[in-house]
């Protein structure tokens, strides 16, 4: 595909999906589209949990039981 037609086929995707960023990027001698921006579409399970809450009668401080928590128990 040649740079030409590289714009062209960008702007005609741009027209039939507004919602996509799309870009002409070269490799080596070649053009070619790239859809850019693409948010996940699922949880990627990355979020993390608060730690669990203690026992009311833990004797151990607040600090201990960070550090242990942090250490992985």
């Known amino acids: ?3 030409e037609q590289a714009l062209a086929e960008v702007e005609r995707r741009r027209i039939s ?3 996509a960023t ?3 990027t070269q490799r080596g001698s070649e053009w ?3 859809r850019i921006g693409l948010a996940p579409d699922k ?3 990355t979020a ?3 730690p669990p809450e203690p026992p009311r009668d833990d004797p ?3 600090i ?3 550090s242990w928590f942090a250490a992985g128990g």
Request: hydrophobic share 35%.
């Open 48 to 50: 993390t949990k608060p």
């Open 43 to 45: 949880q990627t399970g």
């Open 22 to 24: 799309w870009i002409a």
């Open 64 to 66: 201990e039981r960070a």
């Open 17 to 19: 999906n507004p919602e």
């Open 32 to 34: 070619a589209v790239a």
């Open 1 to 3: 595909m040649t740079r």
């Open 60 to 62: 151990h401080s607040p």
